[in-house]
């Protein structure tokens, strides 16, 4: 398994500005991901993040939007640029050091 | 059409009930399916991680699939109040769990 810790844990942000989401790793994990959970809705994957490559963004995600980066085998960070009240959201982060995929706690992010 | 489908509830039944949850899917090519537990304000937390098709068993919870419906199951006997949570699926096509695309999730409670 894995422990994953995220920081924030919530937030309330104004339009516009922009958040940075931290996820740390207990162990060296070669690809981490990011996930979107909206209000009342699904896991959505934003993006795959390896170490010292850049990330991997699913349809309908881009990078201008949420740059990622991955500086090590532990630690992973997402950023939510210009925000609006539609990246009002439940982010996690996750890994994949075998088989199974384990997820950190999440940010819940509200925009104003 | 979504590629996986789940009646997102919410389900209520009484304590020591045996609970079915249920997945669709559409996508042939999913090979490994998952079923999650996501506590509120809380991370998901796999609980049980299945290959193919057939039956796996951990404890109380059952998990099955049948890839010729493109249809999954988790069971959960003698259930209880801390079994209350909303219930995930997810499925991959790619072998170390990447990828995964989720179902809306079920939202449980177990009444005392």
């Known amino acids: 398994s894995a422990v994953i810790s995220q920081k924030p844990s919530r937030d309330i942000c104004q339009r516009g500005t922009s958040l940075t989401i931290q996820c740390q790793v207990d162990?060296?994990?070669?690809?981490m991901f990011w996930y979107r959970q909206q209000p009342g809705q699904s896991l959505t994957l934003i993006a795959t993040?390896?170490?010292?490559?850049?990330?991997?963004?699913e349809s309908g995600f881009v990078i201008d939007k949420f740059p990622i980066s991955r500086p090590n085998l532990t630690f992973s960070t997402l950023t939510v640029s210009n925000m609006s009240p539609e990246d009002s959201s439940i982010y996690l982060c996750s890994v994949a050091p075998g088989i199974e995929q384990f997820f950190g706690p999440g940010t819940r992010l509200t925009v104003l | 059409q979504k590629e996986v489908e789940q009646d997102p509830g919410p389900l209520s039944v009484p304590e020591g009930a045996i609970v079915s949850l249920n997945c669709t899917y559409s996508n042939s090519a999913f090979q490994y399916f998952m079923w999650y537990r996501q506590y509120s304000r809380k991370g998901p937390e796999l609980l049980m991680y299945?290959?193919?098709?057939g039956n796996k068993e951990d404890g109380r919870f059952t998990a099955q699939v049948d890839k010729s419906s493109k249809y999954i199951s988790l069971f959960i006997r003698d259930s209880q109040p801390s079994d209350s949570a909303t219930y995930l699926c997810?499925?991959?096509?790619?072998?170390?769990?990447?990828?995964?695309?989720f179902g809306q999730g079920t939202r449980l409670t177990i009444n005392p």
């Open positions: 997810a499925m991959s096509a790619i072998q170390g769990a990447q990828k995964l695309v």
């Open positions: 299945t290959y193919s098709s």
């Open positions: 162990s060296q994990v070669t690809m």
């Open positions: 993040a390896n170490q010292g490559s850049e990330a991997t963004y």
